[in-house]
């Protein structure tokens, strides 16, 4: 099946999901919104999201539902967009849904959750890691990922104790989340030892990075860490190799976790030894293994965050069935309160919304274009 026709399959979904919402929905159902990217360049991020939120809701109502209420989500598309995020806010809002999972870019995250908190709606985001998601004091806003301020941390270690970066660049992507990662990871690094040589700011959506690889060049960057996503990251490592600098080690972080970066830079050969960080692998758990084996045995690879937003719904639904309430605040009090099983193990929140509990790891990419969670260093 090509990528164009199983892309466009899936928006079609996306689109009927949100349209049989809208119609089919009977009173006693409980209405889940899955806010993020399903059209433009990060739309691969959204297709995890609707893959593993669907496959959850589908086990829990085949379970016998939320308090004995059907789950029905509904698709909305922010295109990883602030003011776009804003409108699908007021969107679901309107639509009177119990909870949310999203958004993805954290530049969408933050702006839609004070609608979200006006309307008592519960929000989840299974990615969005910039701090400040979780530092407005709002009651009902959880994450089911880590903070910029525990990845940045990881990477620099990283940086420092295994690949030895003396001249490390430092690049972002400009946008809440990527300069928020990119200056995490650059105070890290400072604090040891290893001031970063450049650290410099590129456009989303912009293809040409000669200035910048000559920037790199100039200073002899033996490590350059990027701070965003994969439209950018890939065609900023394959210049880097094209134009000479194969030696420089590449690190980027969890916006780059789709096989569509392989896409975006030109071929495997390109990500070969790109390093990332990312939580651990829920594929290698315990708690995920049938849910793996039913997606792998439907055709699809359960990447990224697919069992991210499969646990965020499973997290809501643990809320609301806990609370014995639909509502987003009774809900959020119980998560506050009561840790719950999911796939990715058992998790439990802070009265921010934030885990108690992080697992940052670094990945490598290989050859043939996949990625592989390496062995903790001692």
């Known amino acids: 099946m090509s990528q164009t026709f199983y892309r466009k399959g899936f928006l079609a979904l996306a689109v009927a999901t949100a349209m049989g919402a809208a119609s089919f929905a009977q ?16 739309a691969s991020f959204g297709e995890q999201y609707m893959k593993g939120a669907q496959a959850a809701a589908d086990a829990i109502n085949a379970a016998g539902g939320v308090n004995g209420d059907k789950i029905v989500l509904t698709a909305y598309d922010d295109a990883c967009e602030p003011k776009q995020a804003v409108a699908v806010a007021n969107k679901a809002a309107s639509d009177k849904v119990a909870g949310v999972v999203g958004h993805f870019c954290s530049s969408s995250t933050i702006p839609a959750s004070e609608v979200y908190d006006e309307a008592g709606i519960i929000a989840i985001t299974p990615g969005s890691t910039n701090p400040t998601v979780t530092e407005r004091g709002l009651s009902a806003m959880f994450r089911m990922c880590g903070r910029d301020d525990q990845q940045g941390i990881v990477a620099g270690d990283y940086i420092v104790d295994v690949l030895k970066g003396k001249k490390v660049a430092v ?61 950018e990251a890939g065609p900023l490592v394959r210049q880097l190799r094209e134009q000479g600098l194969k030696d420089v080690k590449f690190m980027s972080d969890d916006g780059v976790v789709t096989d569509e970066l392989v896409t975006t830079a030109g071929g495997a050969q390109y990500v070969d030894g790109v390093y990332m960080t990312f939580g651990a ?48 605040e009774d809900a959020a009090k119980f998560l506050k309160a009561h840790p719950v099983k999911t796939v990715m193990g058992e998790k439990a929140w802070d009265t921010k919304g934030d885990l108690k509990v992080s697992d940052y790891v670094v990945y490598q990419w290989d050859k043939d274009g996949k990625y592989h969670q390496l062995e903790k260093q001692k």
Do not use: C, W
């Open 27 to 42: 009173a006693a159902d409980i209405k889940i919104g899955v806010a993020g990217p399903m059209t433009g360049a990060n």
């Open 171 to 231: 690049i972002n992507d400009k946008d809440t989340y990527g300069k928020g990662l990119a200056d995490a990871t650059a105070k890290q690094l400072t604090a040891r030892g290893v001031k970063p040589v450049l650290e410099e700011g590129l456009t989303r959506g912009e293809k040409d990075f000669s200035a910048l690889v000559t920037k790199i060049r100039s200073v002899g960057a033996d490590v350059v860490y990027f701070g965003g996503l994969h439209p």
């Open 281 to 328: 692998d829920p594929r290698m758990l315990p708690d995920s293994k049938a849910v793996v084996e039913q997606f792998r045995k439907s055709g699809y690879e359960p990447e990224g965050y697919t069992l991210y937003a499969y646990a965020s719904v499973q997290a809501l639904a643990a809320g609301f069935n806990g609370a014995k309430s639909n509502k987003g």
